[in-house]
């Protein structure tokens, strides 16, 4: 088994919602009880629909939300009770690159200020000539040019714009480097231009990944361990193959089954959902998927499903695989 | 000529003239729309998908687009030159459209019946209550559950794919001939999508109505799409149907496009990416749009245009320099009047 | 390849920061442009005004008392014999000191309250908008009078009234922005990379909050020149013989039915000043609309 670097245990992240009566404290529970945990050198990649948590999941991680319970260690050590000062040196070592490659630029810095902030936060430079070879260095290394510098980024295109998020993610050398739909905004070419980079400077700096994303073929191409959320909970946690070959959990089927497939001919089995994801506001009582499960049973509406072990590493979260209900 | 062809976009020219200068939108597009059947029109951002299905809705006033050239016949009828009261007419009654953003596209101070039934009143010439009924019969057919209790809500109490539903009856209770859908999903999760492109096509069965379908997605184009025309920098570049587009992409474009979708199933194989970007619409290069990001570019792809080239399939043309070889013969040459 | 070296070059030709755009769409809006460059106008004349004054403005003239414009008055004299033209010149330096110094002191106060309010929330925020909206609840004029009553006449006085009711608006102003800038994704970005707070507050939201507060700047200059001399109108304010624009117009005040001019001249001054101050306020806005994507 190979190093730990990221463990969370049981994390939950409440928001308040105002309009609650007097009194009564009314939550969102956007990410109810997670457990996971990434290996050195791994891309975990989280899957689900909008709504499901998994970029409040992301964030609770960096830190960028607050964790209403539950544990993170990084690297062994717990950083859940941080303060920002302390966080500071934690920063260094977990990054995160945001969705959104036209709002997370700060539009009145030019490139050159938005890749150096970092390096200025947390003093990794000698002087100032050290510093603009540091940036110009970051800019190559994600495939931009040393004339870039001294633009702003509403003259770059959403490619361009992502390599510079993802440039100042890599200016304090991280270990692991959360990506929160990083290609969703991006054109299909594009798109993929910025996976092959994510993929090349995993390589080469030796990084370690948690993708977040609801494309599940995105995620299929960059991942090794999958875990498909549902409001707020893991619903099935594997490694890649296992999840795509032989999905277990009737979330994930469908979900697999309702991605568009780019062949007019290839052989659809549709497993079409009824109705939509719920409200995380009022989720439904024990099984949260069981709504739309096509194959709830009886103790779905009342027990939340456990942690069940179909396969060496490949978890399910559903009471099918319960042996009580196997034998049946 | 008496064709199947219930739209037909003629060489159109939309401009937009702004402050720093024209920019072409689109730039010579033709394609055809044939009856009862659906035409994808695929393109990345800034290929000018969205300003032609604008151009043919007649919703370009306001903005600083305007149709240079070109024609769109509906019918074998030329609409470009109609007045504005003329084209109101056909908008909703003959062409209806729903936008990608189901939320922004509804009014969100109106209820939902009372949406649909304005829709109704404006081009039918019947009863309020008449309306009221019409309308909520359309709403059952998109599958919406409780009917009658969503007339009387207001947008914001639906989900996403609730309200594209909603503007999916709105756009087809006045039985037009053609439905434009500009990413009518991309704003929908995959299972809500899956619904949502299910129901387009039971409807469009059981209407009769033709589909002019705008997406970048590939995947749906497959799924639902007759026709497809891949579109790049204004123009189509390659046109076919939807099999040979898939199996036989001529277009190096269309090619490269293809090849850097992630398939499910496919993990592992290295992704192809066209590099480069898409050329800022001030700084158009000469000759083929597509020749600074193509591999295969040569000195004359550079220099000129390529017009349309025939492919061995029916109907299946390209833009390409590579394809004039093969079918040197039937060149149609720049006009592209294929 | 060679291609695409073309197009880089020729992306390369002109750097566009967010504020040679903001020059470029300003330049485009001829009320705007016209409106500064009275502005500047009204600058220089606050300098010079008394070099080029053909008389000095407590010149008095017994001979020549309330006579219309001429050639030798251009605008005309006042019941002392006084040259009208060369007081209101004079009185171009005393309108933009006060504007200036009033606005100056409100924006600085109001962008700090603004931020804190904004960024902190909480007990802060409420503490300073409670008081904001306190200060709102009074008419303006009726606000700039009661500060003057409480703290004696005089253009000093004039210039703390208008800032203390100018504050408000600006704080209003920016804690909305900040607002907003608080929650957008490059901020998050920005703590994701370690940024202290005061890092945060004015490397990245002050910034975003300058045009609002630059628009906000023009806007509140011309309507606290009208304060001011409104004030000075009701004798509040400047006291005679001082040549405020205001005052002016309240001396004239007695002699509207034989000598229009004496009251029309300051009249217009005021109106012109605060007029273009209003353009330049709105030609800025569009100019520095921050959809600066386009």
């Known amino acids: 088994m190979k190093d730990v670097l990221l463990k969370v245990d049981d994390l939950k992240v409440y928001y308040p919602v105002s309009g609650a009566s007097i009194g009564k404290k009314d939550y969102v529970k956007a990410v109810d009880g997670v457990s996971f945990e990434v290996r050195k050198g791994e891309v975990f990649g989280i899957v689900g629909e909008s709504g499901c948590g998994k970029s409040t999941l992301g964030r609770a991680i960096c830190k960028l939300e607050q964790p209403t319970a539950g544990k993170i260690f990084l690297d062994g050590e717990e950083i859940t009770g941080y303060n920002n000062k302390k966080m500071r040196s934690v920063r260094k070592k977990v990054q995160m690159v945001f969705q959104d490659p036209y709002a997370s630029l700060n539009p009145r810095m030019s490139v050159f200020s938005i890749v150096a902030e970092p390096l200025k936060v947390h003093k990794l430079y000698k002087d100032q000539a050290d510093l603009e070879k540091k940036v110009i260095d970051l800019l190559h290394r994600v495939g931009l040019d040393t004339y870039h510098a001294n633009r702003y980024p509403h003259e770059f295109s959403g490619g361009q714009r992502q390599r510079i998020g993802i440039a100042r993610a890599l200016a304090v050398e991280p270990q692991l480097i959360i990506a929160d739909e990083p290609v969703s905004a991006l054109d299909v070419s594009i798109q993929a231009q910025v996976l092959n980079l994510l993929n090349e400077l995993k390589k080469d700096l030796n990084l370690t990944y948690i993708f977040v994303a609801h494309d599940l073929s995105v995620v299929e191409y960059i991942s090794d361990r999958v875990g498909v959320m549902y409001l707020g909970n893991f619903v099935e946690v594997g490694d890649k193959d296992k999840i795509y070959s032989n999905p277990m959990h009737p979330y994930t089927q469908a979900l697999l089954s309702a991605v568009p497939i780019p062949d007019p001919e290839a052989p659809r089995e549709r497993i079409l959902l009824s109705g939509s994801i719920p409200s995380a506001h009022k989720p439904p009582a024990g099984c949260k998927f069981h709504t739309r499960c096509p194959k709830c049973m009886e103790c779905c509406k009342s027990i939340p499903p456990e942690r069940y072990e179909v396969d060496e590493g490949h978890y399910v979260y559903c009471h099918l695989y319960d042996d009580r209900n196997k034998t049946v | ?338 | ?294």
């Not at chain 3, 229009?260 to 709105?282: E, H, K, R």
């Open chain 2, 1 to 338: 000529m008496a064709t199947d062809n219930v739209l037909e976009i003629k060489n159109l020219h939309t401009y937009f003239y702004t402050d720093d200068g024209v920019v072409k939108a689109v730039d010579g597009v033709d394609v055809e729309l044939k009856r009862g059947s659906t035409l994808g029109i695929v393109g990345e951002s800034g290929s000018g998908k969205s300003v032609t299905s604008l151009s043919v809705m007649g919703l370009l006033t306001g903005t600083k687009g305007k149709i240079a050239e070109g024609e769109i016949l509906l019918d074998g009828k030329d609409i470009v030159s109609l007045s504005k009261e003329e084209r109101r007419k056909i908008r909703g009654n003959k062409i209806s459209m729903i936008f990608q953003e189901p939320m922004t596209s509804l009014n969100p101070v109106m209820k939902i019946g009372d949406q649909i039934v304005e829709c109704v009143l404006q081009h039918e010439k019947i009863s309020k209550k008449e309306a009221y009924e019409k309308a909520e019969k359309m709403l059952t057919m998109t599958g919406v559950p409780r009917v009658h209790h969503m007339m009387k809500e207001y947008p914001f109490q639906l989900s996403g794919g609730q309200r594209q539903r909603v503007m999916i009856a709105m756009a087809l209770v006045c039985k037009p001939e053609i439905l434009i859908a500009d990413e009518p999903t991309t704003a929908l999760d995959v299972t809500i999508q899956a619904q949502i492109l299910d129901l387009m096509n039971q409807l469009k069965k059981e209407t009769g109505t033709s589909i002019l379908f705008i997406t970048h997605d590939l995947g749906v184009v497959a799924e639902i799409c007759d026709d497809v025309a891949v579109m790049y920098c204004g123009r189509v570049v390659e046109k076919g149907d939807v099999k040979s587009i898939f199996y036989n992409p001529s277009h190096p474009y269309t090619r490269g496009l293809l090849a850097s979708i992630p398939r499910v199933g496919d993990a592992g194989k290295e992704l192809q990416s066209i590099p480069g970007n898409v050329p800022n619409p001030k700084y158009m290069p000469e000759g083929c749009k597509f020749a600074p990001r193509c591999p295969y570019a040569k000195e004359k792809c550079r220099k000129e245009e390529p017009g349309f080239f025939r492919m061995p399939e029916e109907g299946h043309i390209s833009r390409c320099w590579m394809c004039e070889n093969s079918t040197a013969s039937e060149n149609d040459g720049q006009k592209g009047g294929v």
């Open chain 3, 1 to 294: 390849m060679k291609k695409n070296k073309k197009i880089q070059t020729q992306n390369q030709d002109r750097i566009r920061t967010p504020f040679s755009e903001a020059v470029r769409k300003f330049k485009k809006q001829k009320n705007a442009v016209i409106a500064l460059c009275f502005i500047i106008f009204l600058i220089f004349l606050a300098f010079f005004g008394d070099i080029i004054a053909p008389y000095k403005i407590n010149e008095y003239d017994y001979s020549a008392i309330l006579q219309g414009p001429s050639l030798r008055h251009f605008f005309g004299t006042d019941e002392f014999g006084r040259d009208l033209f060369s007081r209101i010149l004079s009185g171009t330096k005393i309108s933009l000191a006060v504007g200036f110094g009033a606005v100056t002191v409100g924006a600085v106060c109001g962008t700090i309250l603004g931020l804190l309010a904004g960024y902190y929330g909480g007990i802060i925020d409420s503490i300073i908008m409670r008081i904001c909206d306190v200060l709102f609840a009074f008419p303006g004029i009726i606000l700039a009078i009661a500060i003057v009553a409480i703290l004696g006449s005089g253009m000093t006085n004039v210039v703390i009234a208008v800032a203390v009711f100018s504050t408000p608006t600006f704080a209003r102003l920016v804690r909305s922005r900040t607002l907003t800038l608080k929650n957008s994704v490059f901020v998050m970005a920005a703590k994701n990379i370690g940024v202290s707070d005061a890092g945060i507050l004015f490397r990245h939201i002050l910034p975003g909050a300058i045009p609002d507060i630059i628009v906000q700047y023009s806007m509140s200059f011309g309507s606290s020149i009208l304060t001011a001399s409104s004030l000075s109108f009701l004798g509040m304010g400047a006291q005679p013989p001082t040549p405020e624009w205001g005052l002016l117009l309240s001396n004239g005040r007695n002699y509207m039915t034989s000598a229009m001019y004496v009251t029309i001249f300051p009249g217009l001054a005021i109106f012109l000043t605060v007029l273009s101050f209003n353009l330049l306020g709105d030609g800025l806005r569009d100019a520095l609309d921050p959809k600066l994507s386009e």
